[in-house]
């Protein structure tokens, strides 16, 4: 194997912004802030989720991201900055460096992702039931 999960992580995080959830949670609300949950939707579901976050899993991130692309959406297309998490910070970090690559800045990351954030006693709203 050229390089490892282990090595793009350690790649993804010297690279990107990574924040406690505490200081996440001050950045909730702000409305030049938008969080992506990049969790698998039966997680999502499942777990809750951090209020507001905009869900996106992470097979779709480069084609929501991008413009061009036929399934792009507009709320990454604000200017806003943004916080990615997923479960334990481990998708959420090479999520945010590709974001990044891609162009979007700033983007953040939180460490141990929605697990911190939940163990934290953070805000978690429950999901809203699939129409």
Request: proline residues 8%.
């Amino acid at each position: 194997m050229k390089k490892g999960f282990r090595a793009l992580l350690d790649e993804a995080n010297a690279e990107v912004e990574t924040i406690s959830p505490d200081e996440a949670a001050r950045l909730l609300g702000n409305e030049t802030v938008t969080f992506v949950d990049l969790r698998d939707p039966r997680e999502f579901e499942r777990e809750g989720n951090i209020p507001g976050a905009k869900h996106c899993t992470r097979g779709m991130l480069e084609f929501w991201i991008d413009p061009e692309s036929p399934y792009h959406k507009p709320f990454f297309a604000t200017g806003n900055s943004f916080v990615f998490f997923c479960a334990g910070g481990w998708r959420s970090a090479l999520a945010a460096k590709t974001a990044q690559d891609m162009g979007l800045q700033p983007v953040r990351h939180i460490e141990g992702g929605f697990g911190a954030w939940k163990k934290a006693g953070l805000p978690v709203e429950p999901a809203k039931p699939r129409a």
